[in-house]
């Protein structure tokens, strides 16, 4: 099982990116997937999660109304779509995939793929 994340890169704030995670080896379609980040000296946060059945939750008090994830299961991919981005979104975004509910546990993750928001 490989999970490839990408997108990542340097913005200012206010600007935009679109983070990509490409699954391979598993049976996308019946897995839920998550974006996770881990700011420098932080601890890994919760962002966003949508299930194979397409119900979304996201961490309403870091990226409520800014963050959109969606999936295409033709691809094998899931998204982050992120908006006006602020300093404090800084940090290292993972996907991962699991079978459970949000609380987990999450059976594979992604390598990273680094946002830096500069102000």
């Known amino acids: 099982v490989q999970l490839q994340a990408s997108g990542g890169g340097l913005v200012q704030a206010g600007g935009s990116l679109r983070l990509s995670c490409a699954a391979s080896g598993l049976a996308f379609v019946v897995y839920g997937m998550g974006w996770f980040r881990q700011a420098p000296g932080k601890e890994r946060e919760f962002v966003a999660a949508i299930t194979m059945t397409g119900d979304i939750t996201y961490n309403e008090d870091s990226v409520k109304g800014r963050f959109t994830i969606s999936r295409d299961n033709a691809k094998n991919t899931v998204y982050l779509q992120m908006n006006s981005l602020k300093p404090g979104d800084t940090a290292v975004y993972y996907c991962?995939?699991?079978?459970?509910?949000?609380?987990?546990?999450?059976?594979?993750w992604g390598q990273g793929t680094l946002v830096t928001v500069s102000s």
């Open positions: 991962a995939a699991g079978t459970g509910s949000i609380a987990g546990p999450w059976d594979y």
